[in-house]
C-alpha cells in the first residue's frame, strides 16, 4: 500500500488490515439485506409484506449478484417493499402467507 504524503498515525510496516475493496463500476440497484431467508428459499423467494403491514405472502424473486452484506434484487421486488430476512425453518414449505401480530 502507497500512501500519498504522509502515512496516517498508528499504522506500522508489516500491520495487516482488512479492507474491502470494489472492483466494478458504481451502479444503482434495488439491495436485499442478507439473512436467513437465504438458507431455506436459495434466493428463490421471500416473504414480502402487505401495504398494512398485517401479512407477509410468497413472492417469487430474482437475485444477482452479492456482497457480504446484501443482496441485488433482479425482479420480484421494488423500491419499498419490505420483506422478512429472518429464518424460514420454523415455517412448512408450502405456507403461502404469513400473519403478523402486533407487539
Same mark, same amino acid.
Given at each position: 500500500?502507497?500512501?500519498?504524503g504522509?502515512?496516517? %498515525?498508528?499504522?506500522?510496516?508489516?500491520q495487516?488490515?482488512?479492507?474491502?475493496?470494489?472492483?466494478?463500476?458504481?451502479t444503482?440497484?434495488?439491495?436485499l439485506?442478507?439473512?436467513?431467508?437465504?438458507?431455506?428459499?436459495?434466493?428463490?423467494w421471500v416473504?414480502?409484506?402487505?401495504?398494512?403491514?398485517?401479512?407477509?405472502?410468497?413472492?417469487?424473486? %430474482?437475485?444477482?449478484?452479492?456482497?457480504?452484506?446484501?443482496? %441485488?434484487?433482479?425482479?420480484g421486488?421494488?423500491?419499498?417493499?419490505?420483506v422478512?430476512?429472518?429464518?424460514? %425453518?420454523?415455517?412448512?414449505?408450502?405456507?403461502?402467507?404469513?400473519?403478523?401480530?402486533?407487539?
Amino acid at each position: 500500500m502507497a500512501f500519498e504524503g504522509k502515512a496516517p %498515525e498508528g499504522i506500522r510496516r508489516g500491520q495487516t488490515l482488512q479492507i474491502r475493496l470494489a472492483l466494478s463500476d458504481e451502479t444503482k440497484a434495488l439491495l436485499l439485506a442478507r439473512g436467513g431467508f437465504y438458507n431455506k428459499t436459495g434466493g428463490r423467494w421471500v416473504y414480502k409484506l402487505s401495504n398494512d403491514g398485517s401479512v407477509a405472502y410468497k413472492t417469487d424473486i %430474482e437475485l444477482g449478484r452479492q456482497n457480504p452484506d446484501y443482496f %441485488e434484487v433482479i425482479s420480484g421486488l421494488k423500491p419499498g417493499d419490505k420483506v422478512v430476512t429472518s429464518s424460514y %425453518e420454523n415455517y412448512g414449505d408450502d405456507m403461502q402467507e404469513l400473519v403478523i401480530k402486533g407487539k
